[in-house]
């Protein structure tokens, strides 16, 4: 029993490389390449779930999607949505990070409420944020009322319910981005700060010259990090509006999810799956290029 | 006296940047413990009697118990086999810079969700698998596996090597110095991923909504299903709510300093 014990163990030590992964990999591989390739397969294929068999239609789905007014505004509200919570969060990140790079008692209490909102349940907060976005009733309507402004449909209405979900999930996660942005800021070397003091360089100037191009690579790994989710964002927007009013706010993702488990289109739900994915792909792509070039400098 | 007159102004500034968290999260809770007609009441009530019905009520008519059984059960299972599995591959990626892992890593992690749930949602029809913790576990498995690779590969790579290196010579075999020396090492690190794996899987939403049911619904989609009846149950869903995102809530505090550099390292390194 012991010599077995040793020789498995030797084995193990010599195939390290080999071994330790191994589990992963295989386990990965069942989990995740294999439902791809089936998901690979299914887009060249018309098929209703329940009905019949898969039938082969070649690049049938991909001519479809290309005439689809949905897959089109899909890919608008996508856009939108993205496009303005992305910098929204990246931007109100780094300048409160900036306003947080000091020593203060209590920034251990700022730290704390800050993993608040990353870590709570997206659908839990996002029901609420539903209450409270109420038009007639909702809290945040009251606030603004009291104050002498305006209130807003917010989700209840196509023109605004994009901001309205923007402003979510910048909620949910600026402070994500302001803790990883501060953690990079605290890293950055002193020399060129103290070069730039003695220069006569003032506050903003440091800002924009010095801690702008050093923190680069840091911003753009955040930026790539959140576009992971934030491009295949499905909780919130399902929770508050579900797509619409009408489908003002159903982004790609959530389309191809419609057409997949509401319509069973198993094959056109596929190929709309594969375009999200391409997109994703795309913009990590560009988004590497630039780290890269950003920390050369 | 303009030294103390700029930190009350720096500390005053703290105060409204911190403020949006905090709100959400106490109106929460105060929805919880209004009755239904004080919620929706208006102008909204800041002042009430606090009621703790809707807790009793979300355990004694919705079952939540079970639902958090549910969750704790998936969550728990999905942490610990993603453990087993991606503590000696990260170790292995880390220690024999094998890109290509990290390139199938990546690839899952971009992967858009629904494309998993699709195939995997007919392949657990085949098998009568749905609405089991089976089903469930496996599929969130897809998130927390390469979540916990990612994260440690980090946290291997800062460890400094001369200790395993004197373990070697101590005549420590290789598997030796990796449950004994090196584990204990990266155990911040462990603690890390273990509890993002955990948020992750009990924050999981969309793989539970397709592929739970009555027997193993896990409480986001509990939570959720108080708006599909019809009329949207508003202290109901503050109670749920504060229930379901507490414990995530506490996790994270634990480890809020280790979160940050698990999150990023493997971002800013190559």
């Given at each position: 029993?012991k ?9 193990i030590?010599?195939?390290?490389a ?14 995740v ?31 479809e999607l ?23 969060e ?6 409160i ?50 104050v ?45 700060y ?13 800002f ?20 992971l ?36 289109k ?22 590497n ?6 920390q050369?400098i | ?29 105060l929805?919880g ?24 009520a979300?355990?004694?008519q919705?079952?939540?118990f ?16 993603s453990l087993?599995l ?40 085949h ?15 897809i ?27 101590d005549?420590?075999?290789r ?14 690190g ?9 948020i ?11 592929l ?26 503050g ?12 996790f ?5 300093r ?13």
């Amino acid at each position: 029993m012991k010599n077995a014990f040793s020789a498995v163990s030797r084995f193990i030590d010599r195939r390290q490389a080999f071994v330790y992964p191994a589990p992963a990999v295989i386990a990965i591989f069942f989990i995740v390449v294999i439902p791809i390739a089936y998901n690979l397969y299914l887009t060249f294929t018309k098929w209703t779930i329940g009905l019949g068999q898969p039938r082969w239609i070649g690049l049938g789905n991909f001519v479809e999607l290309i005439s689809d007014e949905r897959v089109l505004n899909g890919v608008k509200v996508m856009v939108y949505f993205s496009g303005l919570s992305l910098s929204l969060e990246l931007v109100l990140g780094l300048l409160i990070a900036v306003y947080f790079n000091r020593e203060f008692k209590g920034s251990e209490i700022v730290q704390a409420i800050y993993i608040f909102p990353f870590a709570a349940t997206p659908v839990a907060v996002a029901l609420i944020w539903r209450i409270m976005l109420n038009p007639e009733i909702g809290v945040i309507n009251y606030l603004l009322r009291s104050v002498g402004l305006p209130g807003s449909l917010w989700v209840s209405s196509p023109l605004t319910v994009i901001p309205a979900l923007v402003m979510v999930d910048v909620w949910k996660w600026t402070p994500m981005i302001t803790l990883i942005v501060l953690a990079g800021l605290k890293s950055l070397p002193h020399d060129p700060y103290e070069a730039a003091r003695i220069d006569g360089a003032n506050t903003f100037q440091i800002f924009w010259y010095v801690t702008l191009p050093l923190i680069r690579p840091v911003m753009i790994a955040a930026l790539m990090l959140r576009s992971l989710d934030n491009l295949k964002e499905f909780d919130m927007i399902y929770t508050i509006t579900q797509g619409g009013p009408g489908i003002s706010s159903e982004t790609l993702y959530l389309y191809s999810y419609n057409v997949g488990f509401s319509f069973f289109k198993a094959g056109y739900g596929s190929a709309l799956m594969v375009v999200v994915f391409l997109i994703v792909l795309a913009f990590n792509v560009v988004m590497n290029r630039m780290r890269l070039r950003a920390q050369e400098i | 006296m303009t030294k103390t007159f700029r930190s009350i102004l720096f500390y005053a500034g703290a105060v409204a940047l911190s403020l949006p968290p905090v709100f959400v999260f106490v109106w929460m809770i105060l929805t919880g413990l209004k009755t239904g007609v004080q919620n929706i009441s208006y102008p909204p009530e800041f002042i009430f009697m606090p009621t703790l019905e809707n807790f009793r009520a979300v355990f004694q008519q919705h079952n939540f118990f079970r639902y958090l059984m549910n969750s704790l059960i998936v969550a728990g299972l999905a942490t610990g086999i993603s453990l087993v599995l991606g503590l000696p591959a990260a170790y292995s990626i880390a220690k024999y810079r094998q890109g290509k892992i990290g390139i199938l890593i990546l690839v899952a992690r971009m992967t858009p969700f629904v494309s998993y749930l699709l195939p995997w949602y007919i392949i657990f029809r085949h098998l009568k698998l749905i609405d089991t913790y089976t089903a469930l576990t496996i599929t969130h498995l897809i998130i927390t596996l390469p979540m916990v690779i990612w994260v440690m590969v980090s946290f291997f790579e800062g460890m400094p090597e001369e200790l395993e290196d004197a373990a070697m010579i101590d005549g420590c075999s290789r598997l030796q110095s990796f449950l004994m020396i090196v584990l204990p090492l990266v155990r911040n690190g462990i603690a890390t991923s273990a509890i993002l794996s955990f948020i992750f899987s009990w924050n999981q939403f969309l793989f539970s909504l397709i592929l739970s049911g009555p027997k193993t619904k896990t409480v986001p989609v509990a939570v959720y299903n108080f708006i599909s009846y019809g009329k949207i149950d508003w202290a109901g869903i503050g109670a749920a709510a504060t229930l379901i995102v507490l414990p995530v809530s506490v996790f994270a505090f634990f480890v809020r300093r280790t979160i940050v550099q698990g999150l990023t390292m493997g971002a800013l390194k190559d």
